[in-house]
């Protein structure tokens, strides 16, 4: 997220030092990842790690779960490669971001919950973890 001196690498610090996250940090990652209107997988990455880092302190700001679903569900499901629908390369890519920073907190909860509910078809080693209803 950004280039090695961007402000958005300050606040990543100031996150992954701190174990914790505020809606003013959030609001700055917002803002940065809606700077293209794209997010991509080294953004999403980012973002899990962000979430790994918070732990169950995702739970002290409700802004970071909103933003934290929003931008995942964003790229594996409304891309436009395979929209409304999460394509075996996204599934096997979400999959291997889970074995890597999978915390089992509220906001990852909550994405899963998301994915299965607005996921038209899940295809991939995620096809195994959910399915759609």
């Not at 990543?12 to 700055?28: G, T």
């Not at 906001?107 to 399915?131: H, P, T, V, Y």
Request: hydrophobic content about 35%.
């Amino acid at each position: 997220m950004g280039s090695a001196n961007h402000p958005v690498r300050d606040i990543l610090k100031n996150i992954f030092d701190s174990c914790s996250i505020s809606a003013e940090q959030v609001k700055h990652l917002e803002d940065f990842v809606q700077q293209d209107w794209v997010i991509d997988k080294n953004e999403a990455e980012q973002l899990l790690r962000v979430n790994h880092a918070l732990n169950q302190n995702d739970e002290n700001c409700p802004e970071w779960s909103d933003f934290f679903v929003t931008s995942i569900s964003r790229l594996i499901i409304f891309d436009m490669n395979s929209p409304g629908e999460i394509d075996a390369e996204e599934g096997d890519w979400m999959t291997s971001m889970l074995e890597k920073y999978s915390i089992g907190n509220k906001s990852e909860k909550q994405l899963m919950r998301e994915i299965q509910k607005l996921a038209s078809s899940i295809k991939g080693k995620l096809s195994d973890q959910i399915q759609p209803d």
